[in-house]
T-cell receptor
Framework: AQSVTQLDSQVPVFEEAPVELRCNYS??????LFWYVQYPNQGLQLLLK??????LVKGINGFEAEFNKSQTSFHLRKPSVHISDTAEYFC????????????FGSGTRLLVRP | NAGVTQTPKFRILKIGQSMTLQCTQD?????MYWYRQDPGMGLKLIYY???????DKGEVPNGYNVSRSTTEDFPLRLELAAPSQTSVYFC????????????FGSGTQLSVL
């Protein structure tokens, strides 16, 4: 069975500093990988996705993530964060032979301080 | 364009009561989903639907029922509410061929006391 692990429940960082949010997954088959963001009192929004091709994918708001198959990781990065990036970030995976089932990690709260 | 609309936003139930969480989308998406979000646990899929008249169980379907009589609506029914169903519920939809891009509603916070 597939699973997603986000080890950091909260990541505090100062404004304009770089940040990395970690995501590791487990699956016996090939997967698609995603990052979603949830701003306070809102539903989730797709931030970026890896389906195939280049292992470095760029998303909205200056975020990017790198797929590392050997380490089964898909870490999210941003070189300089803003106060407005404060939100909950969820990593998710979907097995290639499963059309509908997204498995989410437990989330990482990014807290950007001035 | 409203997207995915959920009602109510908040609800408190007593143990054993029943209720229906409403979800409607105006994007003509074939696929719709219900997730619950527990603190520190991420989102769990309750039920999903690939089109009107077709529904299937997700990871945590026990205690819930769904129906999909139209493309737009996907209500979630709790028949006998239990404290374990205290959670935030999210409805989502996606377009055929783009199932990874889910559009979420703003959620329903449900407390069962």
């Amino acid at each position: 069975a597939q699973s997603v692990t986000q080890l950091d429940s909260q990541v505090p960082v100062f404004e304009e500093a770089p940040v990395e949010l970690r995501c590791n997954y487990s699956s016996s088959v090939s997967v698609y990988l995603f990052w979603y963001v949830q701003y306070p009192n809102q539903g989730l929004q797709l931030l970026l996705k890896y389906l195939s091709g280049s292992t470095l994918v760029k998303g909205i708001n200056g975020f990017e993530a790198e797929f590392n198959k050997s380490q089964t990781s898909f870490h999210l990065r941003k070189p300089s964060v803003h106060i407005s990036d404060t939100a909950e970030y969820f990593c998710a995976v979907r097995e290639m032979d499963s059309s509908y089932k997204l498995i989410f990690g437990s989330g990482t709260r990014l807290l950007v301080r001035p | 364009n409203a997207g995915v609309t959920q009602t109510p936003k908040f609800r408190i139930l007593k143990i054993g009561q029943s209720m229906t969480l409403q979800c409607t989308q105006d994007m003509n998406h074939n696929y719709m989903y219900w997730y619950r979000q527990d603190p520190g646990m991420g989102l769990k899929l309750i039920y999903y639907s690939v089109g009107a008249g077709i529904t299937d169980k997700g990871e945590v379907p026990n205690g819930y029922n769904v129906s999909r009589s139209t493309t737009e609506d996907f209500p979630l029914r709790l028949e006998l509410a239990a404290p374990s169903q205290t959670s935030v519920y999210f409805c989502a939809s996606s377009r055929a061929g783009e199932n990874e891009k889910l559009f979420f509603g703003s959620g329903t916070q449900l407390s069962v006391l």
